[in-house]
């Protein structure tokens, strides 16, 4: 029977891959919101072993590694269906405090033979006040799986009022949500990257007061050493939650906008790395970028990530994405010498 499951999503993978990308998440997503999963899921999430359950602060403990990056489910109508896939965590949005409708179509570009995404959607979203009661509508339990908000800024709002929309966003789903990500890393927003700055992270800590704790930052791959090394420090004295490693890397070419997928993994995996010279494993850490198989979960959680998130990975290999990388992952522990994933995290640094 759960062949049989299985056969089907790897089946409906294909014919959505045949779709242009928008179009086939559009599908996916309306398929997913009417929670397929309460009638079967994939039997690996069963029985998952102990080995693969991760502490991560602020989230709790989690039965395994693998969350849901942003921009999968922007505006949260899939919560339900994507937990029963197996995410151990989700992260929707970005959400801004009004709804807009993002950049014009064609704005999500697929590579097959590199395993790449190019998007420029440009934050569309449904905006705070409506993705926040499509929420508490579900009966969403973070107990279950931690529910993230990937915060961001609206089109028109000015540089100078940017913390403004983080405090409303945050506001909105304060009693909602398990954590929060502030997002001064997308390429597709005017001006956000350039917030990125140690005084503007300094002024957020302040604005949010003893909430920092549940606030986690995502960077851009594009910065230099040192310039990154600077936010990390900056991150560790105001109290951040933690960092999301990374976002999509900033290219012009074949389309202009952010690169993810197999091309990103590299890139991510070296700001872990930077990330990890400055706190040595303080600050919790989210691997993000160009995972594709259990053994690249592996290879974050060995650099110091204490959880990982995938977005490309799940349109390409569909939604029993979390059972296999799972699967694999029991198998590449024990091989690679790890009784469990928590002797694992940081090991290449020992
Ligand atoms: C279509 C698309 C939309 C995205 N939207 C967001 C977003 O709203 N906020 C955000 O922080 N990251 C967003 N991302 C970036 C992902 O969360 C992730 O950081 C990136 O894709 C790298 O992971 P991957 O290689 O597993 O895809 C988006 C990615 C894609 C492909």
Known sequence: MIDFWASCAGLSTK????????????????????????????????????SLRVQVSGLGSLPHPIGLAAGFD????????LAGLGFSHIEIGAVTPRAQPGNLQPR?????????????????NDGAAKISSRIAAQFW?????????????????????????????????RDL??????????????GLRKLATPEFMAEIARSFGPEIKKMWIKFDPDMDRNSFQKLVEEAGNGGWAG??????QRVEAPESGGLSGRPLFDRSNQFL???????????????????????????????GANAVQIYTAFAYRGP??????????????????????????????A
């Not at 959505?16 to 179009?23: D, K, R, V």
């Not at 922007?74 to 269906?81: C, H, P, Q």
């Not at 999500?108 to 569309?124: E, H, K, P, Q, T």
């Not at 107990?143 to 966003?169: H, M, R, S, W, Y």
């Open 320 to 349: 029993w994405v979390v059972a296999n990388l799972l699967q694999e992952l029991a198998v590449e522990l024990p091989r690679r010498g790890f009784s469990s994933l928590a002797e694992a995290r940081g090991s290449q640094f």
């Open 177 to 190: 949500a398990r954590f929060f990500v502030i997002n001064l890393s997308s390429p597709n927003t005017p």
């Open 108 to 124: 999500l570009f697929r590579y097959r033979s590199d395993r790449s995404l190019i998007n420029r959607m440009g934050f569309n």
């Open 273 to 303: 790395d930077w990330a990890w010279e400055v706190h040595r494993g303080k600050i919790p850490m989210i691997g993000v970028g160009g995972i594709f198989s259990g053994r690249d979960v592996l290879e974050k959680i060995t650099r």
């Open 141 to 173: 339990s973070n107990d279950i799986c931690p529910l993230g908000v990937n915060i961001g800024k609206n089109k028109d709002t000015p540089a100078e009022k940017a913390l403004d929309d983080f405090l409303q966003v945050h506001a909105v789903f």
């Open 74 to 81: 922007k505006n949260g109508i899939a919560i339900k269906g």
């Open 243 to 248: 960092m999301v490693l990374t976002n999509s």
């Open 15 to 50: 014919a959505l891959q045949l779709l242009p990308p928008e179009a086939a998440h559009h599908m996916g997503m309306q398929i997913l919101a009417m929670n397929p999963t309460r009638f079967f899921r994939p039997g690996a999430l069963d029985h998952l072993d102990a």
